[in-house]
């Protein structure tokens, strides 16, 4: 490691260089990768349905609750 580091400090030119092509090279594969390797994945929804028979509206209109919550 420490080798490393004294040609970087003698040539720091050609770490910048090759930092900046790592992030172009990065930044190309992003933009170019096929859709299936972030697929759309879809979340699972699921809902529960109380029947209230008999009540006016008036009674039931307090009662419906919406629930969500992202995992």
């Given at each position: 490691?420490?080798?490393?580091v004294?040609?970087?400090?003698?040539?720091?030119?050609?770490?910048?260089?090759?930092?900046?092509?790592?992030?172009?090279?990065?930044?190309?594969?992003?933009?170019?990768?096929?859709?299936?390797?972030?697929?759309?994945?879809?979340?699972p929804?699921?809902?529960?349905?109380w029947?209230?028979?008999?009540l006016?509206?008036?009674?039931?209109?307090g009662?419906?609750?919406?629930?969500?919550?992202?995992?």
């Open positions: 490691m420490n080798k490393l004294q040609i970087a400090l003698k040539k720091p030119y050609t770490f910048v260089v090759l930092a900046i092509l790592i992030v172009v090279f990065g930044v190309m594969t992003v933009i170019h990768a096929p859709p299936t390797s972030s697929p759309n994945i879809q979340m929804v699921s809902s529960v349905v029947l209230y028979d008999g006016m509206p008036q009674e039931t209109e009662v419906s609750r919406v629930f969500s919550s992202k995992c």
